[in-house]
């Protein structure tokens, strides 16, 4: 079965500085990842996808993400945070069993924080 | 380009009662999915609807069932309410056939509120 875990919580950073979201994976075959940020009374808004291709992909809004098979991560990246990055966010798996399931599997979210 | 649309934007209902949420997808897309987004339970998927046709659902009881109409808007309906439903409903869509490599796009979701 397919798992997603965001490890922490919270996710503290100063505005200015470089932060990451970490979230890891369990798929049998082929990882479809996506990243996707929530602000107060708002529905999800989609980052980017890892589909296939390169290990590093760019996203909106300057974020981007690392997909690491060996260690079955897909972390969230930004160089330089803003206060208006802070908000909730989901890493996801979709997920396919015998087939396509429709079905996104998230992990529980991150909420970040970015201090003036 | 307008995005996923949902409505109402809030409801409160009793338990016992009976709800009708409703979503239009971006245009151009022909699948449907509804998730629940409940305190302390995460995101939850509930429904998928392509072409007209249910084609997958989650672990939740009958009483959650829906509809996609010819336009591909859908209806996600919730009956004999409890308290436990209380939630935000999201909608989402994406290209024909669910295709596994498209993102879903959500919209800003229904909060159901039970009393």
């Known amino acids: 079965a397919q798992s997603v875990a965001q490890p922490e919580d919270q996710v503290n950073v100063a505005e200015g500085n470089p932060l990451t979201v970490k979230c890891t994976y369990s798929?049998?075959?082929?990882?479809?990842l996506f990243w996707y940020v929530q602000y107060p009374n708002r529905g999800l808004q989609f980052l980017l996808k890892?589909?296939?291709?390169?290990?590093l992909v760019k996203g909106s809004y300057g974020f981007e993400a690392e997909f690491n098979k060996s260690q079955t991560s897909f972390h969230l990246k930004k160089p330089s945070a803003l206060v208006s990055d802070s908000a909730l966010y989901f890493c996801?798996?979709?997920?396919?069993?015998?087939?396509?399931?429709?079905?996104?599997?998230f992990g529980q979210g991150t909420t970040l924080q970015v201090k003036p | 380009e307008a995005g996923v649309t949902q409505s109402p934007t809030h409801l409160i209902k009793t338990r016992g009662q009976q709800v009708t949420l409703r979503c239009s997808p971006i245009?151009?897309?022909?699948?449907v999915y509804w998730y629940q987004q409940a305190l302390g339970l995460g995101l939850q998927f509930l429904l998928w609807?392509?072409?007209?046709?249910?084609?997958n659902r989650g672990n939740f009881p009958p009483r959650f069932s829906g509809r996609q109409f010819p336009n591909y808007s859908s209806e996600l309906n919730v009956n004999a309410l409890e308290l436990e439903d209380s939630a935000l409903y999201l909608c989402?869509?994406?290209?024909?056939?669910?295709?596994?490599?498209?993102?879903?796009?959500f919209g800003d979701g229904t909060r159901l509120s039970i009393l």
């Open positions: 989402a869509s994406s290209l024909r056939g669910g295709q596994i490599n498209q993102p879903q796009h």
């Open positions: 798929v049998s075959g082929n990882p479809y």
């Open positions: 890892y589909i296939t291709g390169d290990n």
């Open positions: 996801a798996v979709r997920g396919y069993g015998s087939g396509n399931t429709g079905k996104l599997i």
């Open positions: 245009s151009g897309h022909t699948s």
């Open positions: 609807y392509d072409e007209g046709e249910e084609r």
